[in-house]
């Protein structure tokens, strides 16, 4: 399938469906933020213990910036990368699966960022140089401290570009613009992500923003749509 036709069908399921299961489809899962976050949590990683402030990492649930739509929600995610390695990312259960099977999984995230391409910036470009990333693993995701006092994930997402055994590379944080202003871009894996389901039919799955953009990066997630065949 033409690969811009695609996406059109993804934004179009995305405006007639709210979170949970798309129509009659178990296997095919959207949510849409502006009905609220449901069991999506949201952290960081890829920073030293207690700088927080520091690298003024901060989540909320809020409208979309201007000029978008501000009756629009999403889910915003924002942090300094004063590491050049900062890791934000959202994370939720996927139940109803089949147990200990594998799926072919695709992730389709629409977002709002407002990155110029053939931006430049401190250490990278706030757009090229910013990864948007997508998974799913077995076990939850989360950040534990090494032994050198920094915060790492617990799985394998690889690192900026380089992708890991339990994540991929989907795209960067360009707007597609000349400008510095907010605008929604939606990115999709070509070939599935293959993961297989525990006992219990259950997957965690995982998006988020890798950074090789030392300075701030703020990114609203407005709508996620992830199929499972």
Known sequence: MNKNIYLLLMILLFSGCSD??????????????????????????????????FYELE????????????DDHAIKQ??????????????????????????DITFT?????????NSFGVGGSPGSSVYIKAGASQVEPVKE?????????NIDKGNQAEEGEDMINLGDFSNGLEEDVYALKTLSNQDPFV?????????WVI?????????????YYNN???RFD
Do not use: C
């Open 224 to 226: 996620i749509l992830i």
């Open 20 to 53: 949970g299961d798309t129509g009659n489809d178990p296997l095919q899962k959207s949510f849409n933020f502006n009905t609220g976050v449901e069991e999506w949590q949201a952290d960081f990683a890829d920073y030293p213990e207690g700088e927080e402030s």
């Open 109 to 117: 995230l629409e977002f709002a960022t407002n990155a110029p391409d």
């Open 145 to 153: 401290l090494d032994d050198n006092g920094i915060y790492r994930m």
């Open 59 to 70: 989540y909320a649930y809020a409208a979309l910036p201007s000029p978008l739509d501000q």
């Open 207 to 219: 998006v988020g923003t890798d950074s090789g953009f030392e300075a701030a990066t703020t990114i």
């Open 78 to 103: 924002s942090g300094n990368n004063h590491s050049d390695d900062l890791f934000m990312f959202i994370k939720r259960k996927i139940t109803g699966l089949k147990p200990n099977s594998n799926y």
């Open 195 to 203: 993961m297989k389901s525990d006992e219990n039919g259950e997957i």
